[in-house]
């Protein structure tokens, strides 16, 4: 009797693979690895010896690993960093520690020491006494003297201004006037109208999502040609164009993981002893 967990799967079958061989990339690409190893997990549920989801879970694995491996390096930098006094920094390596899924209750407990202090600080800072803030107070002569003298000040300057201007004026322009205000003609053709150039149409933010996705997709970054996909909204006119450029984009993940399954079981079964 055949063993139903080695049987090939039907089209039924076949058709869901590949959905959750897909949606896991998403996941993937969007750095949610766990969510990923879940797909590809119910992959192996359906056939237990599909090459290609075994490929995609080790290699998730590996990036989650990474991943926890850079959180808890921040995590150790912010304590240092904490320690030596630099709350500003501390902070900024705490945040970008929680942002790679670092252990929440490290990092928001230091981040809730941070907060604190910087709560006490503010309460502690000395407030200057009103006595201070108050200007001394002086008698009434000797402010309007101060007034009379400042005005004269001000007069004596404003008239050397223009004393010395009127004498850099004559030196300069021997004409007088004549040269700074010409007498116009009366008569003749009027200047013709300038007419301003018509501004050039500029692109939506959505075509230039779109745009830049394609570039990317040709330039062979998949991962960024995906991104750029993501900011256009649903419901744009070109929501369609975008996801056929998703579709072609995610086609060729498919087939670039693929191909590198393919070749880590020929690795394998090459380098594998024979029975």
């Known amino acids: 009797m055949a063993d139903p967990l080695k049987a090939q799967p039907g089209a039924d079958d076949e058709a869901r693979i590949e959905n959750l061989l897909v949606t896991g990339l998403d996941h993937y690409f969007a750095g949610e690895f766990e969510q990923a190893i879940n797909l590809w997990t119910r992959v192996l549920f359906l056939d237990r010896n599909h090459d290609r989801a075994r490929a995609y879970i080790d290699r998730a694995r590996s990036a989650q690993a990474e991943q926890q491996r850079i959180s808890e390096a921040l995590v150790h930098e912010g304590l240092d960093a904490f320690d030596k006094g630099e709350v500003v920094r501390a902070r900024a390596l705490l945040s970008d520690a929680l942002d790679q899924g670092a252990s929440h209750d490290v990092a928001l407990g230091v981040l809730g020491r941070i907060d604190r202090l910087d709560a006490g600080t503010r309460a502690a800072s000395p407030v200057a006494p009103a006595a201070r803030r108050r200007a001394p107070r002086t008698s009434p002569l000797a402010e309007a003297n101060l007034r009379r003298g400042t005005i004269a000040m001000w007069w004596i300057t404003a008239a050397a201004i223009v004393i010395v201007g009127a004498i850099a004026f004559v030196l300069v322009t021997p004409n ?3 040269d700074w205000f010409p007498a116009q003609a009366t008569t003749g053709a009027p200047s013709a109208l300038v007419t301003p150039p018509t501004p050039l149409p500029l692109p939506s933010p959505t075509e230039a999502y779109v745009t ?14 995906l991104r750029a996909l993501d900011r256009v909204p649903a419901g744009d006119a070109l929501r369609p164009d975008a996801d056929r450029l998703r579709a072609d984009i995610q086609r060729e993940l498919l087939a670039v993981a693929g191909a590198e399954a393919s070749s880590a079981s020929s690795t394998a079964a090459q380098g594998s002893p024979p029975r």
């Open 176 to 178: 007088g006037l004549a």
């Open 212 to 225: 830049q996705a394609r570039a990317l997709f040709a330039g062979g970054k998949l991962r960024d040609a």
